[in-house]
């Protein structure tokens, strides 16, 4: 039998990480103090694992300015979007076999 | 990973695409009242076209006065009520999507508004009502993807009762009534018994 905790995304390991993810999937794109105040999390800790999800390209980044402030968007790209889906199947994967022990 | 593990995780990421994208803290109270100051505006627009014996000439000013009396009240309700609902269910009423809400409903409704400002002062009052309605009703269907599904099907039915309207020029202040009042205090009240108040 094949032990689908492998087909589990390493990226995702982390919550906060499917979280944002889950997030990006509904919306076309998403400001940092937007997902801080959503996600109720630190600056840091939510730049850390928006690093982590960027060097994995699970998605963009897109900086501009608000007048002088800084205004940085997030969006999912499509590689980010297929391992979303994928990790999320093989969750209910895992479920489904939990149950039929 | 156990099973209670991954079901919790389940649960937090629809929890939070619904968060992300949905503003869920508007109330069917809301809806039950402004349908309510509808109704009372339209009697008193009624009362003000046929109840006087003496049958002048209509004074639009003071229709367009009452029509705004109305929709003022029922901005300063869904103010507080939004107000109040948000607090209550920790939801921010000031974020990205209760401004991305607000941004979908208003487009419809300003163009609505000035089309209406115009066609007031070319003086094609009969179809002023049939206008607002469908204007409303687009704007219901431009903002639905942002809050309760529900809200789409208000709009289908202001757009009826919009185009029907039209068609019948006469009836616009009866018309005006069922929209505005009558669908407000259905939708309100479907709201109010499917999510709670």
Not at chain 2, 4 to 18: A, F, G, P, V, W
Request: charged share 20%; aromatic share 10%.
């Amino acid at each position: 039998m094949k032990v689908p905790f492998e087909k589990l995304d390493k990226a995702f390991e982390n919550r906060l990480r499917l979280q944002i993810m889950s997030i990006l999937v509904v919306n076309d794109r998403y400001d940092f103090n937007s997902l801080k105040e959503l996600l109720d999390v630190t600056d840091g800790n939510l730049a850390s694992h928006l690093k982590g999800l960027e060097k994995e390209e699970y998605i963009m980044v897109h900086k501009s300015f608000l007048g002088r402030k800084p205004n940085t968007n997030y969006e999912a790209t499509t590689k980010g979007k297929q391992a979303f889906k994928l990790h999320l199947d093989a969750l209910e994967q895992l479920i489904k076999q939990q149950k039929g022990k | 990973m156990e099973e209670k593990d991954i079901q919790n995780e389940l649960s937090s990421i629809r929890s939070l695409m619904e968060r992300s994208s949905k503003f869920i803290s508007l109330s069917g109270l809301t809806g039950i009242l402004a349908g309510v100051y509808a109704l009372a505006g339209s009697a008193a627009a009624y009362f003000m076209l046929y109840g006087s014996s003496t049958g002048s000439e209509v004074n639009i000013s003071l229709l367009v006065g009452i029509a705004v009396v109305v929709m003022l009240a029922a901005l300063i309700t869904a103010l507080i009520l939004t107000k109040s609902k948000a607090k209550k269910s920790g939801q921010p009423i000031w974020d990205r999507t209760s401004r991305t809400l607000l941004f979908q409903l208003a487009t419809p409704l300003v163009i609505g508004g000035f089309f209406i400002l115009i066609l007031l002062s070319r003086g094609y009052y009969d179809i002023v009502a049939p206008v607002s309605l469908i204007f409303y009703g687009l704007a219901l269907i431009s903002a639905s993807s942002f809050t309760y599904s529900d809200v789409r099907y208000l709009g289908i039915a202001e757009i009826l009762a919009g185009l029907i309207a039209a068609c019948l020029p006469t009836y616009g202040l009866l018309f005006w009534a069922i929209g505005f009042g009558v669908l407000h205090v259905i939708y309100g009240s479907v709201v109010y018994l499917k999510y709670g108040k």
